[in-house]
T-cell receptor, first 114, second 115 residues
Framework: EPEVTQTPSHQVTQMGQEVILRCVPI?????FYWYRQILGQKVEFLVS????????KSEIFDDQFSVERPDGSNFTLKIRSTKLEDSAMYFC????????????FGPGTRLLVL | AQKVTQAQTEISVVEKEDVTLDCVYE???????LFWYKQPPSGELVFLIR??????QNEISGRYSWNFQKSTSSFNFTITASQVVDSAVYFC????????????FGGGTRLMVKP
């Protein structure tokens, strides 16, 4: 069964450093998403991406964040200058379409900013 | 605006007990979609079920069943004869038809099933 994959599974970085989180969505899916979950809290939407552009983003997704689909398979989230409060689990998701289509999540990348 | 409330932050049961996880949602849209996801201790989010606002039929899948009631804006999840492997955090989520593609999640319910 096809699944969303994410690398790395864990990342530790120093405050102020740039990090890139990588995702490979399910191959026939057209919509891609990033969510984050601060430890012990709810899952929060960051951004959705379709047709090589951002379709919507939340207030959390400020200028420090960017997304890219550098090739036909990868979907990345970059945090330019990490802060302590960026420590969280970051989930990538994809869906075949929009509307009622289910978003399938990857296993997550646990980011720790020191 | 949309909101999902899971009032039970933590539930503990003994194996073989039935347990119901509550989910109450708020939305102004008439067309929306409801989801349940399971987050086991390993951390991934596993899709369990999707429901459309115009389909109020309850659903059963093995030991899992879902009760969708528009009149009370609730989409509750029942596990029958719980097992230790059911121990996880369960999230209810909502997507409005007119609010883009974002999922709004509830705070989650941590279910602990003891042997």
């Amino acid at each position: 069964e096809p699944e969303v994959t994410q690398t790395p599974s864990h990342q530790v970085t120093q405050m102020g450093q740039e990090v890139i989180l990588r995702c490979v969505p399910i191959s026939n899916h057209l919509y891609f998403y990033w969510y984050r979950q601060i430890l012990g809290q709810k899952v929060e939407f960051l951004v959705s991406f379709y047709n090589n552009e951002i379709s919507e983003k939340s207030e959390i997704f400020d200028d420090q964040f960017s997304v890219e689909r550098p090739d036909g398979s990868n979907f990345t989230l970059k945090i330019r200058s990490t802060k302590l409060e960026d420590s969280a689990m970051y989930f990538c998701a994809s869906s075949e379409g929009q509307g009622q289509e289910t978003q399938y999540f990857g296993p997550g990348t646990r980011l720790l900013v020191l | 605006a949309q909101k999902v409330t899971q009032a039970q932050t933590e539930i503990s049961v003994v194996e073989k007990e039935d347990v119901t996880l509550d989910c109450v949602y708020e939305t102004r849209d008439t067309t929306y979609y409801l989801f349940w996801y399971k987050q086991p201790p390993s951390g991934e989010l596993v899709f369990l079920i999707r429901r459309n606002s115009f389909d109020e039929q309850n659903e059963i899948s093995g030991r899992y069943s879902w009760n969708f009631q528009k009149s009370t804006s609730s989409f509750n999840f029942t596990i029958t004869a719980s097992q230790v492997v059911d121990s996880a955090v369960y999230f209810c989520a909502l997507r409005n038809n007119n609010a883009g593609n974002m999922l709004t999640f509830g705070g989650g319910t941590r279910l602990m099933v003891k042997p």
